[in-house]
């Protein structure tokens, strides 16, 4: 389903020496993760013996024992999809390799042996093993067939999905044979392990699948072995985790007495298309791997995965101060570094009362604050025309006293006539021509005032903005440095709320939060707005997880409708995000022009529209087989 695969991590219980015993329970863990339409099921290392059999593997009773329990797990599943991969120690020219046998429908496609054997203090491996870091492109036989065994094995189902196998200390080493295998197109990365519970390794451990599974683009499964295992020297707690770049999906309780089985849907196409924009990945080395096809994996019929619809901004709150503080700091820095290289000593900003232009005053104000500059240098700049609200010109007019700036008003409305007769528009025709007339008269009067008081225009436009193209082509579109423009509108709100710890702004921030955003271009009806953005070019709130997923991951627009669905469900039927899907991708294309001049300004999150660094496109390109998907 859109690329989304449902993975798990199963611990069984254990008993250390006993493979049948052990058996039973992997195949009701298979059976159980065959039933929640689970592709793909990890175990611990050394499965059916148990990890902590030590000189047990020596002994060919154990052996015979496990691949006879073997054989009947493949019996009791022929006919389960899913595939499982257990730990198996495997005989193989005379030599114990530690290693993941991969099953599916009742066959070994592959087997998998450990690289990297941990021999020093409650680990001592090399008794038993050895490495099987250099076997490849070979085969060893088991119940007289011929199956793939190496550490050049990769399993693809020709579709989203390529994965690998490493075993516990794969992980641990300076080069995990997992970064191998990313490298070579492995999207997931599966690890059987046997990790012992000391105080603070769990923490660590969680840490280390998580950064792999980011430092490989990849979705990382790891499971380790539990409770069950010999406790002579050291205690095992059965830690299951999932993580797909950088994030943990799903991560068990420790130290069950039950068998557990975690699953998480993962998105393996998001992850291929990530890779492309990474250079580091396409620049990694390719080694020569084999490929195992494997077809009939379950698919998913719903999605369990919880889709932000907020991907902008952070979902803890105790994130908050840190995160606002950093993109103020950058665009405050980008700022100070423009004004102090072309020595300008005055900001002027045209002040609405809206959101952009609060968080614009407010971050200039921080990097003058930094500077210790005189903050009657801001020269703001209140130009209320036909639209202009008491509302918002009263809050303009409180924020930039709160702030000690220097306050000016021009009002535009006989500029503006004078416009209108000049090139002969009807006045009461409130055509695009009577909007643009008065955003070009702010900017041109802005621009003005920056020559003659010595200062540099701050542009206030969003990236949300930016992505529509809603903004007056050399309007209020231009200006001499756009600190903004790479913050979309969801985060804009969000930043502008944490400045009210300073308590002399709080009650006006509320008010401007509260104030529906409007460009204020249509004369107002008894002194209230009558433009209101959102019900003209749709909810901003939909615009910016539309950018999101199609800026990020390249995202088709029929999976980005998918996800908008489950993220706003309750607020936004499928008709509804349909039709502002279709208005987003429209104004995305028709309006690149704009984008490709857009004035300097700092990248303050991942998504920027630049089209210096972040975003080259034609202004030109046609968005038709764009929208034609939203047909099907
Ligand atoms: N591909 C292309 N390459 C080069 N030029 C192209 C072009 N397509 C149109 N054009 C030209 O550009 C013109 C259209 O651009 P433009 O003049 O900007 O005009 P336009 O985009 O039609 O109008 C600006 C819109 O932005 C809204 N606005 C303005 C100001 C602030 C805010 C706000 O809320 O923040 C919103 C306003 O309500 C209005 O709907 C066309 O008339 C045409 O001359
Ligand atoms: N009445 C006004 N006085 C001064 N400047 C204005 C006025 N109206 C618009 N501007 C300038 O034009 C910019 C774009 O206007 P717009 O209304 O889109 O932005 P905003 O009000 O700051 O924020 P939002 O888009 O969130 O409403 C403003 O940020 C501001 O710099
Ligand atoms: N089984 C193993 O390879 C264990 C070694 C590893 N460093 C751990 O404790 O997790």
Redesign the pocket.
Known sequence: MFGYYRVASAVNKTIVGNPAKNAEEIITLIQDAYAKEVSVVVFPELTLTGYTASDLFLNQTLIASQNEKLAYILQQTSDIHTIAIIGLALLEADRLYNCAAVLQNGKILGIVPKSYLPNKKEFYEKRQFITGRDITRTTTELYGEEIPFGVDLLFSDSKEMTFGVELCEDLWAVTPPSNHMANNGANLLFNLSASNELIGKAEYREELVRTQSGRCMAAYVYASAGVGESTTDTVFGGHAIISEYGSTLAQNERFSLENTLITADVDLERLRWLRLNESSYSDGRRKKTRIIKVDNLPEITTLDRKINPMPFVPSLFEEKKHRCDEIVQIQAHGLIKRMSHAHITKAVIGISGGLDSTLALLSTHRAFEIMGWDHTNIIAVTMPGFGTTSRTKSNAVKLCEALGVTLRTIDITDISHKEFEAIEHNVNEHS?TY??VQ?RARTSILMNMANKEGGLVIGT?DLS?VAL?????N???MSMYAINSSIPKTLIQYVIEYFKYDESIADVIDDILDTPIS?E?LPHKEDEIVQE?ESIVGPYALHDFFLYHFIKYGAKPAKIRFLATLAFEGKYDQETITKWLKLFLKRFF?QQ??RSCMPDGPKVGTISLSPRADWKMA??ADVEIWLEELEK
């Open positions: 695009v909007e643009n955003a436009g903005e193209g809603w903004s007056t082509y309007g209020d579109h460009p271009l953005t028709t022009f704009k202004s030109d």
